[in-house]
């Protein structure tokens, strides 16, 4: 079992920047992909960024491919976005997922993910 607990959610000005945090319990955080998902109101929950466990290989979606970075520290058993350049487009409620089995061919499915933090809320000013 894993918890995720979220932070660094805010409003903030278009142009601006944000970093999210997502600290797990547990003592194999290594062994898990994260991933962070958003989702607007109205919208679907749409797939942002995710990091694979060695904190080594990451993919972005195309709409925040680079503005947005994923990154993990296995010692302090956390996941990271670094949002930079933001737009109101970006405003959402941000999620982090975490899952030991998700492969490289469907890391941008929600569906997959076990185990989900209870979200961050993220506003971009116009």
């Known amino acids: 079992q894993v918890q995720l607990v979220e932070s660094g959610g805010g409003l903030v000005q278009a142009g601006g920047s944000l970093r999210l945090s997502c600290t797990a319990s547990?003592?194999?955080?290594?062994?898990?992909?994260m991933g962070w998902f958003r989702q607007a109101p109205g919208k679907e929950r749409e797939f942002v960024a995710t990091?694979?466990?060695?904190?080594?290989?990451?993919y972005y979606a195309a709409s925040v491919k680079g503005r947005f970075t994923i990154s993990r520290d296995n010692a302090k058993n956390t996941v990271y976005l670094q949002m930079n350049s933001l737009e109101p487009e970006d405003t959402a409620v941000y999620y982090c997922?975490?899952?030991?089995?998700?492969?490289?061919?469907?890391?941008?499915?929600?569906?997959?993910?076990?185990?989900w933090g209870q979200g961050a809320q993220v506003t971009v000013s116009s």
């Open positions: 990091i694979r466990g060695n904190g080594i290989i990451t």
């Open positions: 997922a975490a899952d030991p089995y998700v492969s490289s061919s469907n890391y941008d499915l929600a569906r997959i993910y076990s185990y």
């Open positions: 547990g003592r194999t955080f290594s062994a898990y992909r």
